[in-house]
């Protein structure tokens, strides 16, 4: 027997939770604030209320030392803190930290679209430190002294802070690993992942024992291959039957996969062109990921045989033109399989990590951003009311005193410059008609 030096990736001792849902809300900024000069040898100073700070943003980074999802599971809410309000002496408002939610490394990023619409891919968190601005903060608002204008020299208008954008995300891990050993349920996944890597997943003899995958690393001398064990898959697999899609994601990152096919069986051929017609139904790029077939149970009776009269044919249907033939109970081929799998790797790491096969700017930091938006009116029609819609002049109607009329009039000669007056007589308003704007109503005049 050999004696392997085998190394366990353990899974944090708990549920393996691989697609949740988290609620995230970036930082509202600050307001600005109306404010005058007021001291004792400068009475009639001029304006000096300061800008609200930004509100913080919030950034998914991947991180190569979490390997699930589970502190995720329950629909979490993530808040960035909201910048500081403008204050007199021109002092603007502190800005608010940034919030960073570590992720693991293979999770996708996806934004949950209203219902009947399909989720967006936002981001892909493929390696170690990716980094990706999920949601941005606010603006803190302007102060009054952002107002100022040679024809008004004593503005009281001020801003409201920018509302920090809000998204709920669907977050969907898939594992990294360099091989994948796939089959038909009780093909013996378990037992090979057991002897090669030394990992103990549930193991009996009976389809189905594997409800989750399972991660091990098999090491020698200064190599290592992390290898996952994907529950076993059937016809129907690519259309969802059983946890097809569940299950089947999990090896789209792969390099090599190690097909595996129970040697006692009837048609070893068959069952093995089985599982390939659905990894090609559900993705035909994983179709194409590069094969090793392997028959199991060599330890029982004709099972060797067998494989020397079908190796020929089982190495035809796999894109390395490999066939080994191993027994996961007695250890027997697992060295001959151990030198193909770090053969076969060390080919396809030398050309996946050639620098031409790496996209250009993989390093960059990444945004997620709204799709564009069409025009959006800057007013609409409420019954016999109007209603503003510019999202600055609301912002400015909610921080200002509307209860003063050179305040109303300032608001108004504003909102001539940002075309809400326009806009609004070309839906009808008239003297006297209510028309509302943030949280104030007003009587047009």
């Not at 430190?129 to 302007?142: H, I, K, N």
Request: net charge negative; proline share 3%; with cysteine.
């Amino acid at each position: 027997m050999m004696n392997y030096r085998n190394e366990i990736l353990l899974l944090e001792d708990c549920e393996l939770i691989d697609s949740t849902l988290i609620h995230i809300r970036a930082g509202n900024g600050g307001d600005g604030i109306v404010s005058f000069r007021r001291e004792k040898f400068a009475p009639n100073g001029g304006p000096d209320g300061g800008d609200g700070g930004n509100g913080g943003d919030i950034y998914l980074v991947a991180d190569k030392s979490l390997n699930t999802l589970q502190k995720f599971q329950y629909g979490q809410k993530f808040e960035a803190a909201g910048g500081g309000n403008g204050s007199s002496k021109k002092r603007h408002g502190a800005s608010a930290d940034d919030l960073v939610i570590s992720l693991p490394v293979g999770t996708e990023v996806w934004e949950v679209s209203p219902e009947g619409q399909v989720d967006e891919l936002l981001a892909d968190l493929s390696g170690d430190g990716d980094t990706v601005v999920a949601a941005r903060g606010g603006r803190g608002g302007q102060g009054n002294v952002r107002y100022v204008t040679s024809q008004n020299q004593e503005p009281m208008l001020a801003e409201g802070g920018q509302a920090g954008v809000g998204r709920e995300l669907r977050l969907e891990l898939k594992l990294l690993a360099d091989v994948g050993i796939i089959g038909m349920p009780n093909a013996g996944k378990s037992s090979l992942l057991t002897a090669l890597t030394g990992a103990h997943p549930k193991v009996a003899a009976y389809p189905f024992t594997t409800l989750e995958p399972s991660l091990g690393v098999l090491k020698r001398r200064l190599d290592s291959i992390v290898l996952v064990e994907i529950p076993g898959l059937i016809e129907g697999a690519a259309e969802g039957v059983g946890l097809g899609h569940d299950f089947l994601r999990h090896v789209e990152r792969t390099r090599l996969l190690i097909h595996l096919v129970d040697g006692a069986e009837e048609d070893v051929v068959n069952r093995m062109r089985l599982i390939n017609a659905e990894l090609l139904a559900f993705n035909e790029k994983l179709a194409g990921t590069p094969q090793i077939a392997v028959v199991n149970k060599s330890d029982l009776p004709g099972v060797s045989d067998n494989f020397g009269k079908m190796e020929g044919e089982l190495a035809g249907n796999v894109s390395t033109g490999k066939a080994v033939c191993v027994s996961a109970a007695t250890y027997d081929g697992l060295e001959e399989l151990t030198d193909v799998l770090f053969g076969q790797l060390a080919a396809i790491r030398a050309e996946q990590d050639a620098p031409e096969a790496v996209s250009a700017g993989g390093s960059q930091l990444r945004v997620i951003r709204p799709g564009a938006q069409t025009s959006r009116p800057l007013a609409s029609v409420e019954g016999s009311a109007f209603r503003v819609l510019h999202d600055r002049a609301i912002r400015v109607a909610n921080a200002s005193d509307l209860n003063l009329y050179e305040v109303q009039i300032q608001l108004h000669r504003l909102m001539e410059r940002l075309g809400v007056v326009q806009a609004l007589e070309d839906l009808g308003v008239k003297t006297g008609d209510t028309v509302f704007i943030g949280e104030a109503e007003l009587e047009w005049s």
